[in-house]
């Protein structure tokens, strides 16, 4: 789904009436690293059949960082949609 998101993501920055930004570099990069994370997060939980302390270290973290980079990317998309003061009410 991660890899679909991001294709999709890369085809509409592309069209003709979206302006390339820096805000939207940024988003588009956080968006790559967030699936890597995830597909990390998925090799790791893969990776042995007996769980180590180490694998789930491993997978945890990875889990984590990718939650972290998926909440800035979307929040990097919603400043893009609706301006760098969205949040203010």
Same mark, same amino acid.
């Given at each position: 789904?991660?890899?679909?998101?991001?294709?999709?993501g890369w085809v509409l920055a592309t069209a003709p009436f979206?302006e390339a930004t820096p805000s939207l570099?940024?988003?588009?990069?956080?968006?790559? $690293?967030?699936? #890597?994370?995830?597909? @990390? #997060?998925?090799? #790791?939980?893969?990776?042995? /059949?007996?769980?180590?302390?180490?694998?789930?270290?491993?997978?945890? @973290?990875?889990?984590? *960082?990718?939650?972290?980079?998926?909440?800035? #990317?979307?929040?990097? *998309? $919603?400043?893009?949609?609706? *301006? /760098?003061?969205?949040?203010? /009410?």
């Amino acid at each position: 789904m991660g890899v679909l998101t991001l294709v999709a993501g890369w085809v509409l920055a592309t069209a003709p009436f979206v302006e390339a930004t820096p805000s939207l570099a940024s988003h588009r990069w956080t968006g790559v $690293a967030a699936v #890597a994370a995830t597909i @990390g #997060a998925a090799l #790791a939980s893969r990776r042995s /059949p007996v769980q180590s302390r180490r694998s789930l270290v491993v997978y945890r @973290g990875a889990l984590f *960082g990718a939650a972290v980079l998926v909440a800035i #990317a979307g929040h990097l *998309g $919603a400043a893009l949609v609706w *301006g /760098p003061d969205f949040l203010k /009410p």
